[in-house]
């Protein structure tokens, strides 16, 4: 990249004092509409330069968080998502066995079941999204990042699972969700709504003790984030993500940022993906040092 160290800014712990431990999955094998995410995890980081230390609205200091940036999963050049699944399980595992808090930079959404494989107790998951990602398979690709939900569902079960923004989907998987009774709010319904009244409802029913949160960038607006491999209008706002983030902290032992497409970027969804990330590292220590 150049002009800024390869890591994310204020991830400068050692990994044994981190408790917050950020890696990089570059991997878009299955983008099936405009490739480019495996470019996001270096954007990301770049992107995080451009902020103050301080997250000015809530007074947290990021450069008190004990944050470590691990770099990337490594992976072959021609690697497939199975290789990208495995690399992927086994770095979040070491991650999560040294006690630190996995933060997971995409890459495509097709990493998210891997990370969440990695917990010995399986956390809930909350997902935002403009698609619901709930096929069985996608051009014959069960690990397809159209079908993070699905597995997720395979994985934990029905009750485990919320995601909020949802505003595309075949009518197919839209079929499925509903006869499998996966909880989930649209982006309309949203506004209609309130975000947080519907999550504060969502998250009551989950049966878990903690939660992962998964943040596909392409939930918000385009007007947001234009930088995505497949970009939905009518989208939320970057204030509700970090309500939701917000509201989430104290229960987060995880998390990823996904799907940010740096050729198709004016450099703003990469900032506000880094914001995004920033916000949650804050809020996750803010909650655990109040
Ligand atoms: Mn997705
Ligand atoms: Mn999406």
């Given at each position: 990249m150049g002009r800024f160290p390869d890591r994310f800014a204020d991830a400068d712990a050692p990994l044994e004092e981190a408790d917050y431990a950020i890696f990089g999955v570059p991997f878009?094998?299955?983008?099936?509409?405009?490739?480019?995410?495996?470019e996001g995890p270096a954007a990301v980081r770049e992107g995080a330069w451009n902020f103050e230390t301080l997250l000015f609205e809530r007074g947290?200091?990021?450069?008190e968080v004990p944050i470590c940036d691990v770099g990337d999963v490594e992976l072959d050049g021609d690697a497939d998502v199975q290789q990208m699944a495995k690399r992927v399980e086994a770095k979040a595992r070491e991650v999560v066995e040294a006690g630190k808090v996995p933060v997971v930079l995409g890459g495509?959404?097709?990493l998210t079941p891997h990370v969440v494989k990695a917990f010995e107790e399986p956390p809930d998951v909350v997902i935002l999204d403009?698609?619901?990602?709930?096929?069985?398979?996608y051009e014959d690709e069960p690990l397809s990042h159209a079908c993070t939900a699905r597995r997720l569902k395979d994985q934990?079960?029905?009750?485990h699972l919320v995601m909020a923004g949802i505003r595309s989907a075949s009518k197919d998987e839209l079929f499925q969700a509903e006869e499998d009774g996966l909880a989930f709010i649209s982006a309309y319904q949203i506004r209609e709504v309130g975000l947080e009244v519907w999550l504060a409802e969502a998250v009551e029913n989950l049966t878990g003790s903690s939660v992962y949160l998964s943040i596909d960038i392409d939930v918000l607006d385009p007007s947001h984030?234009?930088?995505?491999g497949t970009p939905e209008p009518f989208g939320l706002t970057p204030k509700a993500v970090v309500k939701t983030i917000r509201y989430l902290a104290p229960a987060l032992v995880g998390m990823d940022l996904v799907e940010v497409c740096p050729p198709y970027d004016n450099g703003n969804t990469a900032a506000l993906g880094a914001r995004l990330v920033r916000e949650a590292l804050g809020e996750m220590w803010l909650a655990r040092n109040l």
């Open positions: 878009d094998g299955t983008s099936s509409y405009r490739a480019g995410a495996a947290i200091d990021l450069a495509e959404h097709s403009a698609h619901l990602d709930y096929r069985d398979a934990l079960g029905i009750d984030a234009p930088g995505v």
